[in-house]
């Protein structure tokens, strides 16, 4: 079994996460736990960048579009 690499800041990502859930439940769009989560995350101190838009390339050259992850 592989080890987790950083324990301490997965405990607490999964902790924010559970506690979205056990406050909000489910049947909420995305944006919902998404706006909950951020403001937990910011609760328990952990540094995030949400939705940060990462560039994209094709064949080696930039694009104009970017691509905000979930």
Known sequence: MSQ??????????????????????????????QECLEMELSDQGVPFVAQQKLNLTYKGRPLKQTYAPD
């Open 4 to 33: 987790i690499i950083y324990p301490e800041q997965s405990y607490k990502i999964m902790g924010a996460c559970f506690e979205v859930y056990k406050e909000k439940g489910c049947g909420f769009l995305e944006a919902v736990f």
